[in-house]
C-alpha cells in the first residue's frame, strides 16, 4: 500500500518544485505573483504531508464514448488554476488550511494508453454488429485495475485522516475512492451527483467499469451509500430512468427540466437548493461532472448537453450544502476536457474545484 511519505517521496523525486510548509505557502500564495508553470493547483509548493485536502489527479479516460481529452484535465486544471484569485466570495480562504494536488496515481496514464486502442476494437465490432472480441475483457480487467490503483491511493490518505478530491479523467475514476470511503464509513453516506446524465447504465457499450455506468456500479456494488441524489439530469436513457425509480429511497432526481419548470413559475433556486440538500444524509460526497454545468461552461467535455445549471447555481448550492452543516467526506470532479488553444474549459474547471474545495473545507470546519 502506498504511504503518504511515498507519495511526498515521490512528489521529491519529480523534482516538481521546491517544497514549503503551509506557513511559507500562505505567504507566498499572498505575494500574488504568477506562479511556476510546474507549481501545484493555485501555485501552491505545499509540503503534502502539511495539507488538509490532497487532491488526486487520475488521468483516464479509456471508455469515453465521444469527445476525447479528459485525461488532459488534471493538468490543464493545475496551470489554468495559477490564474485564479485566491478569495472566495462564498468559503473566504480555503487555502489557509492546506491544498496541494499530488502527482497523478502511479501507472494510470500507461494503463490509459494500453487500454484506448482496445476500446476502439470494441467499438468498431459493436457498430459492424460483430460479437465483442476479446479486446473487451481485456479492457474490463484495465478498469478494475484502473479502481484498484485508485482506491489504494486514497486508503493510504484516508488513514492520515486527510481529505481527497479527485480530479479526473472520465467519471469512471472515482469509483475507488467511493470504495474507500465507504470503508471508512460504515453508517453509510449520501451522494450529491451533478451531471447532465444518470450514469446508470448496465455496462454501457459492454465496458463494465463505463463513464456512464459509474452510478450503476456504485448503487449494485456499495451499499453504504444510502441516498445518490442526482442534479441537472437532462439526457438518459428509458432503462436508466426505470433503474433510477427502482433505486426508491436510495435516490432522488432533480431533472433538469424539472429544476426549471419550477423556476418558471417563481419558486425561488434557494428553495429549490434547500430542497435538494435536505434529500441528503449527514454525510456527503460530492460527485461533479463539469457536463452538470450548461456547455457554454464547458464547452470541449464529451457529451455536452444543453440546460444545466449555470456555474452560479452551482456554486450557490455548494455553498449552501457546506451552510447546512453537513459533513462533506470527499469529492471528485471530472470530465473537464481542454481544448489546444483554449484555456476556457479549465479556467471554469478550476474554479469549480476551487469552490469544491471551499464547500468541503467548510463542510469539516476548516475555513
Ligand atoms: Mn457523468
Not at 460479437?131 to 485495475?145: K, T, Y
Not at 479523467?169 to 469509483?175: I, K, N, T, V
Not at 460504515?186 to 456512464?212: C, K, M, N, Q
Amino acid at each position: 500500500m502506498l504511504s503518504l511519505c511515498d507519495l511526498c517521496v515521490s512528489v521529491a523525486k519529480q523534482e516538481i518544485f521546491d517544497i514549503m510548509d503551509l506557513e511559507q505557502t500562505i505567504a507566498e500564495l499572498e505575494l500574488g505573483l504568477p506562479p511556476a508553470a510546474d507549481a501545484g493547483f493555485l501555485g501552491s509548493r505545499l509540503d503534502p504531508a502539511q495539507a488538509a485536502l490532497l487532491l488526486l489527479p487520475v488521468p483516464w479516460e479509456a471508455t469515453v464514448s465521444y469527445g476525447r481529452g479528459t485525461a488532459r484535465g488534471p493538468e490543464a486544471i493545475r496551470l489554468a488554476s495559477h490564474q485564479l484569485d485566491l478569495e472566495d466570495p462564498a468559503f473566504g480562504q480555503p487555502y489557509h488550511a492546506g491544498i496541494v494536488d499530488l502527482p497523478p496515481i502511479d501507472g494510470i496514464e500507461a494503463l490509459n494508453r494500453q487500454a484506448i486502442p482496445l476500446v476502439q476494437e470494441v467499438v468498431a465490432a459493436l457498430e459492424t454488429g460483430k460479437p465483442p472480441p476479446a479486446a473487451l475483457d481485456r479492457v474490463n480487467a484495465i478498469g478494475a485495475e484502473v479502481n484498484q490503483r485508485v482506491r489504494s491511493a486514497a486508503e493510504a490518505l484516508l488513514e492520515q485522516n486527510r481529505l481527497i478530491g479527485l480530479v479526473g479523467g472520465d467519471h469512471s475514476c472515482p469509483f475507488g475512492l467511493i470504495q474507500a470511503l465507504a470503508q471508512r464509513h460504515p453508517d453509510g453516506f449520501g451522494v450529491l451527483h451533478i451531471d447532465a446524465h444518470h450514469d446508470l447504465r448496465h455496462a454501457f457499450e459492454g465496458f463494465t467499469w463505463s463513464h456512464a455506468s459509474i452510478f450503476r456500479n456504485v448503487m449494485a456494488r456499495i451499499p453504504q451509500v444510502i441516498r445518490l441524489t442526482q442534479v441537472a439530469i437532462r439526457d438518459y436513457s428509458r432503462e436508466e430512468a426505470e433503474y433510477a425509480r427502482a433505486l426508491d429511497e436510495r435516490n432522488r432526481t432533480f431533472y433538469a427540466a424539472d429544476l426549471f419548470r419550477r423556476k418558471a413559475v417563481g419558486e425561488t433556486f434557494h428553495a429549490i437548493a434547500q430542497d435538494i440538500i435536505q434529500s441528503l444524509p449527514e454525510k456527503v460526497y460530492i460527485s461533479f461532472d463539469i457536463d452538470g454545468l450548461d456547455p457554454p461552461y464547458c464547452p470541449h467535455t464529451g457529451t455536452p448537453v444543453p440546460g444545466g445549471l449555470s456555474f452560479d447555481e452551482a456554486g450557490y448550492l455548494l455553498e449552501q450544502l457546506a451552510a447546512s452543516g453537513r459533513r462533506i467526506i470527499g469529492f471528485d470532479l471530472c470530465e473537464v476536457a481542454p481544448a489546444d488553444n483554449d484555456e476556457w474549459d479549465a479556467n471554469v474547471g478550476a474554479r469549480i474545484l476551487y469552490k469544491l474545495c471551499g464547500a468541503t473545507l467548510r463542510g469539516n470546519g476548516l475555513c
